[in-house]
């Protein structure tokens, strides 16, 4: 079995070509992407939140795994980055897409509104965890990527990762699986 050959979304290519015309580096790989794929066709009329949009390279592995009565919204600060992902996935009525501060977008949302959350920027993720892991519905999966150590990280992000992932295994509202795979995965599911 060789996991790294998937049927990959039909705009992904795309994407890819746009995003290397730019300094974005933080885009979802093809491991993680199947993942969310398989994880979001898990939840027929789901409610999906990635908290990261990027150039939409996550985003467009979510739509191909979502059926035609799921709704995603998908929240990035940076105008330049999200119009790649806007450009090529805007045309698509399920996802909706947000461009401002996570802070302030994670703190404007009801509780239990959400299926899934895939959180890849420091809001959701570093900050403000515990407001967006409210927003999961019993039953929901809270998703983080990009925990296996990196050359290329700052010094003091590998400590902010050590602390997550034991605020999470603290937590006795999640059931959690850590995956040393791709780029150092964490799946949790809420539980009533």
Not at 78 to 96: C, K, M, P, W
Not at 130 to 138: G, K, M, N
Request: proline share 4%; glycine share 8%.
């Amino acid at each position: 079995m060789i996991d790294t050959q998937a049927i990959l979304p039909a705009l992904l290519t795309q994407i890819e070509e746009a995003t290397r015309a730019t300094d974005f580096t933080m885009q979802s790989d093809t491991l993680t992407g199947s993942l969310l794929r398989t994880l979001v066709a898990s939840k027929p009329e789901g409610n999906f939140l990635e908290l990261g949009t990027g150039t939409g390279m996550g985003t467009a592995w979510l739509l191909d795994g979502m059926d035609t009565a799921s709704r995603l919204v998908t929240v990035d600060k940076n105008e330049r980055y999200n119009a790649i992902a806007r450009h090529f996935l805007s045309g698509d009525a399920r996802v909706t897409f947000h461009t401002g501060d996570g802070v302030a977008f994670i703190r404007s949302q009801q509780a239990g509104t959400f299926d899934l959350i895939f959180a890849d920027m420091p809001p959701g993720k570093f900050e403000l965890l515990d407001e967006t892991l409210a927003l999961l519905r019993p039953g929901g999966l809270y998703i983080i990527d990009d925990l296996r150590p990196l050359e290329s990280w700052e010094p003091a992000h590998e400590p902010r990762v050590t602390t997550l992932i034991a605020t999470l295994e603290q937590r006795s509202d999640l059931r959690i699986c850590k995956l040393n795979w791709s780029t150092g995965l964490l799946i949790a599911t809420r539980i009533a």
